[in-house]
């Protein structure tokens, strides 16, 4: 075999094994399969689309290869990536009985759907965590610009948000808070992000940028992030149709309380990619 081709099979070995990894708690998620079943098509089509977008954009940063040849060469990656998801979540659904002849196409497709995107993501990230790191072999990848850093923020809290939004304990946490519990959640999520990448010390941890104080670092990239993560929890419980019929001190009590496990998301992401 080719050694590319060969290192590339590697690549899509790894991708599965992360897309299980990353994809399998949702994958085994009562509430997941339920959405698939009756989520709004329309909601569904677009959280497809806007995921797929999201796979291009990870695999900018970490694609299937060593080193990206350009846009087609990443965008083969989304794709082999989502691919390699889709693959997964059938094999796994099948596995569970969750899919079964006797369904409907449309609901094969739904529960396919919904699942397909959280497991790509697994498989695009599963380069970072299982593949070779830089002392073994890559070169050191130049810094990420501002946007970039959003951007990977983003990713992680759309991730860790799916985790949680489908199960009904979002709402029943907003029912049992005051909006005090919610300001301090608010400031604790914030606090978190910013302790998690710039302060406790883990590997990977973002170096302080150099002649920045810190409030820059704080307001640009911390608060920035938070911003982020509830405007993923707002969009996933839309998604989700969590927000329908539903007052707006509730919408966004839900959004603060989903944003913490968002702002985690955020945070774990900047570590890792």
């Known amino acids: ?3 590319a081709n060969r290192d590339y099979a590697l690549e899509l070995a790894r991708a599965a094994g992360g897309a299980i990894l990353f994809a399998f708690p949702l994958l085994m998620t009562m509430e997941m399969w339920w959405l698939g079943f009756h989520m709004d098509r329309l909601r569904l089509a677009l959280f497809v689309g806007l995921g ?11 694609g299937f290869g060593a080193d990206t040849g350009g846009w087609h060469d990443d965008l083969l990656d989304a794709f082999s990536a989502y691919l390699v998801g889709v693959l997964v979540s059938l094999g796994l659904l099948v596995l569970f009985g969750v899919l079964h002849p006797s369904m409907s196409s449309g609901e094969w ?9 959280p497991a790509g993501i697994g498989a695009i990230l599963a380069r970072a965590q299982f593949a070779e790191t830089p002392e073994e072999g890559q070169e050191d990848e130049p810094p990420a610009s501002y946007g970039a850093e959003l951007f990977v923020m983003l990713a992680g809290a759309v991730y860790v948000a799916f985790n949680v939004a489908p199960t009904d304990e979002i709402q029943l946490i907003a029912h049992l808070v005051t909006p ?41 990239f911390s608060l920035a992030g938070y911003g982020l993560s509830l405007a ?14 539903t007052g ?14 968002s702002a985690l998301g955020a945070a774990t992401a900047r570590l890792i990619v």
């Open 180 to 220: 005090w519990h919610a300001i301090l959640l608010a400031l604790v999520s914030v606090l978190l992000l910013h302790l998690l990448v710039y302060a406790l010390g883990f590997a990977g941890q973002e170096a302080w940028p150099k002649d920045t104080g810190f409030f820059a670092v704080f307001f640009r």
């Open 52 to 62: 797929i977008l999201l796979l291009v954009g990870l695999s900018t940063r970490v």
């Open 248 to 261: 707006l001190a509730e919408v966004l009590t839900m959004t603060v309380i989903l944003g913490f496990p």
């Open 109 to 117: 497709i739904g529960k396919l759907a919904v699942q397909s995107i």
């Open 232 to 245: 993923v929890s707002f969009y996933i419980l839309w998604t989700f149709g969590r927000t329908d019929l």
């Open 1 to 3: 075999m080719n050694p």
